[in-house]
């Protein structure tokens, strides 16, 4: 199974990117798909994730990030609006089947004027 994250880049405060993870190696659905992000210095926290069909959100992104989903193209977006400099780090992608978890290489996003 192998995850490839595309979309992130430079973004200046308020501005908005959005995230594309495509999934491949694999013809099953993942039990659960989600985003994480990890800043300088800060250990890998949570954004958004599906699990089945709830969705969770981390406290610092509810409200402006939305994540979603299309299995018909093995793909799972992290759409994020009114950026600002704590939102920097680089963001993963994570999938999940059964026991075994996977992770994205990651793309790094920075907000800064």
């Known amino acids: 199974v192998q995850l490839v994250e595309s979309g992130g880049g430079l973004v200046h405060p308020g501005g908005s990117l959005k995230l594309s993870c495509i999934i491949s190696?694999?013809?099953?659905?993942?039990?659960?798909v989600g985003w994480y992000r990890q800043g300088l210095g800060t250990e890998r926290e949570l954004v958004a994730r599906f699990a089945g069909a709830i969705i969770m959100y981390g406290d610092s992104v509810k409200g402006r990030f939305t994540i979603s989903r299309d299995y018909a193209k093995k793909a799972v977006y992290l759409q994020m609006n009114s950026l600002n400099s704590d939102d920097t780090g680089v963001y993963y992608c994570?999938?999940?089947?059964?026991?075994?978890?996977?992770w994205g290489q990651g793309t790094q996003v920075t907000v800064s004027s």
């Open positions: 994570n999938a999940q089947f059964g026991p075994s978890k996977y």
């Open positions: 190696g694999t013809a099953f659905v993942p039990d659960a």
